[in-house]
């Protein structure tokens, strides 16, 4: 009767901690979010300079969950601007949306006339056999 009851607490205790490990993986889980705008006449850069010089994107990286918020400008595409978003979770994407923020992003936006394509990425961790490739 003991050991049937030590068994089944070892087995709650067990499910508990691989709930509890799997809670922890999915909260520590980033989002990445590619967003490539395009558009005519060096618009997307001035779009992107538009957003650093109102202080936009100084007060999206001071939100909480915000890890990276950076523009890229298209070696190949000169019209094409990357912006990669990386945030703690889905709920501080929520947040973020909900945010006045948007309204202003929104805005300038259909100012400079943009066409958007958006790629969303989980992250993982680096396999090791991917490490010895990968300098520091």
């Given at each position: 009767m003991i050991t049937r009851?030590?068994?089944?607490?070892?087995?709650?205790?067990?499910a508990a901690c691989s709930q509890g490990q799997q809670k922890e993986e999915v909260q520590s889980?980033?989002?990445?979010?590619?967003?490539?705008?395009t558009g005519t006449d060096g618009n997307a850069r001035k779009f992107a300079e538009?957003?650093?010089?109102?202080?936009?994107?100084?007060?999206?990286?001071?939100?909480?969950?915000?890890?990276r918020y950076e523009y890229y400008q298209s070696l190949d595409d000169p019209e094409t601007i990357l912006l990669i978003d990386s945030w703690a979770n889905q709920e501080a994407i929520d947040k973020h949306h909900a945010t006045p923020m948007?309204?202003?992003?929104?805005?300038?936006?259909?100012?400079y006339d943009l066409h958007m394509s958006v790629e969303r990425y989980k992250s993982v961790e680096t396999p090791e056999a991917e490490s010895?490739?990968?300098r520091k």
């Open positions: 009851i030590l068994a089944g607490l070892l087995t709650i205790g067990m889980m980033t989002i990445t979010v590619n967003l490539r705008y538009e957003m650093i010089s109102s202080g936009t994107v100084d007060a999206i990286r001071v939100e909480e969950g915000n890890l948007m309204d202003t992003i929104v805005r300038l936006r259909e100012k010895q490739f990968i």
